[in-house]
């Protein structure tokens, strides 16, 4: 089993800047995918971008593309998530998500261990 706990949300006036943290722990061994989710007010959970684990292989979602940077550290089983410029839109709980089954980056379904999230709210 997986645990998934993320770190670094808040309040943030937009144009700003937040660095999400999300750490592994538990005797499984992470060796696909992870990636960051998020899910506003009223509005379905989303893909915002995933990491492979070699870290060779990248994804986002258009509307943060340029804005984010997601990277991974595997010997402390952590994964980030850089944003910049953040926007309104971007108020949402992000939650970190580990790949347990085959299948696209993008895909909800392929992700088999989920963190319980971190709020981004971003003020104008």
């Known amino acids: 089993q997986v645990q998934l706990v993320e770190s670094g949300g808040g309040l943030v006036q937009a144009g700003g800047s937040l660095r999400l943290s999300c750490t592994a722990s538990?005797?499984?061994?992470?060796?696909?995918?992870m990636g960051w989710f998020r899910q506003a007010p009223g509005k379905e959970r989303e893909f915002v971008t995933a990491?492979?684990?070699?870290?060779?292989?990248?994804y986002y979602v258009d509307s943060v593309s340029g804005r984010s940077t997601i990277s991974r550290d595997n010997a402390k089983r952590t994964v980030y998530l850089q944003m910049n410029n953040l926007k309104p839109e971007d108020t949402a709980v992000y939650y970190c998500?580990?790949?347990?089954?085959?299948?696209?980056?993008?895909?909800?379904?392929?992700?088999?261990?989920w963190g319980q999230g971190t709020q981004v709210t971003v003020s104008s």
């Open positions: 998500a580990a790949q347990r089954y085959s299948g696209s980056f993008s895909a909800f379904s392929t992700y088999g261990y």
């Open positions: 990491i492979d684990w070699s870290g060779d292989n990248i």
């Open positions: 538990g005797r499984a061994v992470i060796t696909g995918g």
